[in-house]
């Protein structure tokens, strides 16, 4: 059975860092591409990067302040994120995107998902 379990979230004032981990058990990740996604009070889940094998990708809102990466012997995806800003403020999950499925960044295309961990960003 495939998990993905996420943490790292925490509370943290604006301009401040956090690094999340997701973790993934039941399933070698280092052939899928990865993403992360959030989601916001009221606000429907965004994606916000992704990585494969040939590189990465973020939402224009996090591009400069965010960076994903990935250690395929402890079989683990990071979300390093710094300069956070108040509307950063949202569950942020991981996921595994379903081979042949199509566009990084549609939360659709991806197959298993973690619980989330919430990440607040206070002033």
Same mark, same amino acid.
């Given at each position: 059975?495939?998990?993905?379990? @996420?943490?790292?979230?925490?509370?943290?004032?604006?301009? =401040?860092?956090?690094?999340?981990?997701?973790?993934?058990?039941? +399933? !070698?990740?280092?052939? %899928?591409?990865? =993403?992360?996604? /959030?989601?916001?009070?009221?606000? @429907?889940? @965004?994606?916000?990067?992704?990585? %494969?094998?040939?590189?990465?990708?973020?939402? %224009?809102?996090?591009?400069?302040?965010?960076? !994903?990466? /990935?250690?395929?012997?402890? $079989?683990? &995806?990071?979300?390093?994120? $710094?300069?956070?800003?108040? @509307? %950063?403020?949202? &569950?942020?999950?991981?996921?595994? +995107?379903?081979?042949?499925? =199509?566009?990084?960044? +549609?939360?659709?295309?991806?197959?298993?998902?973690?619980? =989330?961990?919430?990440?607040?960003?206070?002033?």
């Amino acid at each position: 059975q495939v998990q993905l379990v @996420e943490s790292g979230g925490g509370l943290v004032q604006a301009g =401040g860092s956090l690094r999340l981990s997701c973790a993934a058990s039941g +399933h !070698i990740i280092a052939m %899928d591409a990865m =993403g992360w996604f /959030r989601q916001a009070p009221g606000k @429907e889940r @965004e994606f916000v990067a992704v990585i %494969d094998w040939s590189g990465s990708d973020y939402a %224009d809102s996090v591009k400069g302040r965010f960076t !994903i990466s /990935r250690d395929n012997a402890k $079989n683990t &995806v990071f979300l390093q994120m $710094n300069s956070l800003k108040l @509307e %950063d403020t949202a &569950v942020y999950y991981c996921a595994i +995107h379903r081979k042949g499925s =199509g566009s990084y960044f +549609h939360e659709g295309s991806y197959e298993y998902w973690g619980q =989330g961990t919430q990440v607040t960003v206070s002033s």
